[in-house]
């Protein structure tokens, strides 16, 4: 388990977002256009006016894909480049630096997945959260075949113990890492989500079409397969 997540975000958090360039050659940048960023814009929908928060932004590209009234930003790790127009903060997820209700939007993508602790960042973004604000959040998919292992004929078989949380190394697109990753049961996201005072309005998960991803990546080391979901979203308003 790792001490102090922001050691392993501020070694490889570099490497990460050159993982998500969007230059044709990394396979993570194409499973964010395709999966991950259409679905959280739709999920997000109209926010001209809003002030959004995105909690554990990476290297901001939220702000790209999203036209926003006021645009706020945190993450363990500083960016090499944020838009001139986010203020962003260096900041846990368990200590938001902004006051109570200050936002009308709070996305965060891909983060809950390496926090050792759901309940913490979740009860931290209903504080600064407006009543009736929305929450969207992605993980990747807690059956996602980091659980188990995807054979050349598309099968899944299931190696891990899904009953319990547990957590474990992984290297992201089986190069950059080591980072921690924390597996949980998808409900103890839903009952987190619940304690926390968010709503669940709407859950879509999203599974690749392997086809066209061995044309674009015919040299990936990971096998994909449509059996498991790779992507989880949460769309969530708070009471
Ligand atoms: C997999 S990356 C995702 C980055 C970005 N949201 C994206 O979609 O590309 C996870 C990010 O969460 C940040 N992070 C992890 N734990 C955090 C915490 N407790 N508080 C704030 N940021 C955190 C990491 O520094 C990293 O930038």
Redesign the pocket.
Same mark, same amino acid.
């Given at each position: 388990m790792a001490d102090d @997540?922001?050691k392993q =975000?501020n070694q490889h958090?570099p490497d990460?977002?050159k993982l998500?360039v969007k230059d044709g050659r990394e396979s993570s940048a194409y499973l964010?256009d395709v999966g +991950?960023k259409p679905m959280v814009v739709d999920l997000v929908g109209d926010c001209s006016t809003a002030s959004v928060l /995105?909690?554990?932004?990476?290297?901001g =590209?939220?702000f790209d894909a999203l036209v926003v009234g006021r645009a706020h930003a945190? /993450? +363990? %790790?500083p960016p090499e480049r944020m838009l001139d127009h986010v203020d962003f903060r260096i %900041? /846990? %997820?368990?200590a938001l630096p902004w006051g109570d209700d200050e936002m009308d939007i709070i996305v965060?993508? +891909?983060?809950l997945c390496?926090?050792r602790d759901l309940k913490g @960042?979740l009860a931290e973004m209903a504080r600064v959260s407006r009543s009736g604000g929305r929450l969207v959040v992605?993980l990747v998919h807690p059956y996602f075949y980091r659980t188990g292992d995807v054979g050349r004929d598309g099968s899944m078989t299931i190696v891990r113990d899904l009953s319990r949380p547990s957590s474990f190394p992984i290297n992201?697109g089986n190069k950059v890492g080591p980072?921690e990753y924390y597996y949980r049961p998808y409900t103890d996201y839903l009952n987190a989500l619940l304690k926390t005072g968010w709503c669940l309005d709407e859950a879509r998960d999203w599974f690749i079409d392997p086809e066209p991803y061995e044309q674009l990546y015919p040299q990936d080391t990971v096998i994909r397969t449509s059996k498991v979901p790779l992507f989880t979203f949460f769309s969530c308003t708070l009471a």
């Amino acid at each position: 388990m790792a001490d102090d @997540p922001s050691k392993q =975000w501020n070694q490889h958090g570099p490497d990460y977002r050159k993982l998500i360039v969007k230059d044709g050659r990394e396979s993570s940048a194409y499973l964010r256009d395709v999966g +991950l960023k259409p679905m959280v814009v739709d999920l997000v929908g109209d926010c001209s006016t809003a002030s959004v928060l /995105d909690v554990g932004t990476g290297g901001g =590209w939220l702000f790209d894909a999203l036209v926003v009234g006021r645009a706020h930003a945190c /993450d +363990l %790790a500083p960016p090499e480049r944020m838009l001139d127009h986010v203020d962003f903060r260096i %900041a /846990d %997820a368990h200590a938001l630096p902004w006051g109570d209700d200050e936002m009308d939007i709070i996305v965060s993508n +891909l983060m809950l997945c390496y926090s050792r602790d759901l309940k913490g @960042p979740l009860a931290e973004m209903a504080r600064v959260s407006r009543s009736g604000g929305r929450l969207v959040v992605s993980l990747v998919h807690p059956y996602f075949y980091r659980t188990g292992d995807v054979g050349r004929d598309g099968s899944m078989t299931i190696v891990r113990d899904l009953s319990r949380p547990s957590s474990f190394p992984i290297n992201i697109g089986n190069k950059v890492g080591p980072f921690e990753y924390y597996y949980r049961p998808y409900t103890d996201y839903l009952n987190a989500l619940l304690k926390t005072g968010w709503c669940l309005d709407e859950a879509r998960d999203w599974f690749i079409d392997p086809e066209p991803y061995e044309q674009l990546y015919p040299q990936d080391t990971v096998i994909r397969t449509s059996k498991v979901p790779l992507f989880t979203f949460f769309s969530c308003t708070l009471a």
